[in-house]
């Protein structure tokens, strides 16, 4: 089946320094690959989705690029903010009639001031 | 704007009740999920409903019993809660079952002691 591997949290940095989470993904699909971002106190919402391999997805500064040789959607922000402290989640959704969305078990980050 | 309600917030009960949480999405779509987020922010999906029938059911107890009275309305129901159903239940819906953005609630957290 599906699966969803990433960054293993909880991540704290200070704010203005840079994030990575790691995402891999496995499915014998072709894919379509999120970024949710849950926020304390409410759920999750889309940051952003990817539908085709090799391009590239962003919002609110951050971004990941759809790499279909590596299997990897890597989240990434050149400075953060501690309105960023949340949980980020990378999921994918294969090709098909199933519609069911695989989460990583997410990873939760803090920003520091 | 939240599109996706859900009650109770927040419910603590005894082991061997029954539990009812509702949801409502105000979004005119056609799919809803219940997901189950344990302590560690991890995301399992449960159920989803395609207008108004069950379409994924996933390994869960038979405790657990979804309820759908038309397709802007999912409730769930837990018939005895066990300790280990202490969770977040997250409601989402989708425009349609192959539209992946999925759209999620607040969230209902339950306590069982």
């Known amino acids: 089946g599906d699966s969803v591997t990433q960054t293993e949290g909880p991540v704290t940095l200070s704010e203005g320094t840079s994030l990575t989470v790691n995402c891999s993904y496995e499915t014998k699909q072709y894919p379509t690959l999120f970024w949710y971002v849950q926020y304390p106190g409410e759920g999750p919402q889309l940051l952003f989705k990817v539908p085709k391999a090799n391009e590239k997805g962003s919002s609110r500064g951050f971004e990941a690029t759809y790499n279909k040789e590596a299997t990897s959607f890597h989240l990434q922000k050149a400075s953060v903010q501690e309105s960023d402290s949340a949980v980020y989640y990378c999921a994918l959704r294969s090709g098909g009639s199933n519609a069911k969305l695989t989460f990583g078990k997410g990873t939760k980050l803090s920003v520091k001031s | 704007e939240t599109a996706v309600f859900q009650t109770p917030n927040y419910h603590v009960t005894q082991v061997g009740n029954e539990v009812s949480f509702n949801c409502k999405q105000t979004l005119g779509h056609d799919t809803m999920y219940w997901y189950k987020q344990d302590s560690k922010k991890l995301l399992k999906i449960m159920f989803s409903y395609n207008n108004k029938q069950l379409i994924v059911n996933e390994t869960v107890p038979r405790r657990f019993s979804p309820q759908s009275s038309d397709k802007a309305h999912l409730n769930l129901r837990i018939k005895s809660v066990e300790p280990e159903d202490s969770a977040v239940y997250l409601c989402?819906?989708?425009?349609?079952?192959?539209?992946?953005?999925?759209?999620f609630g607040p969230g209902t957290r339950l306590l069982v002691l």
């Open positions: 989402a819906s989708s425009r349609d079952w192959v539209q992946d953005t999925q759209y």
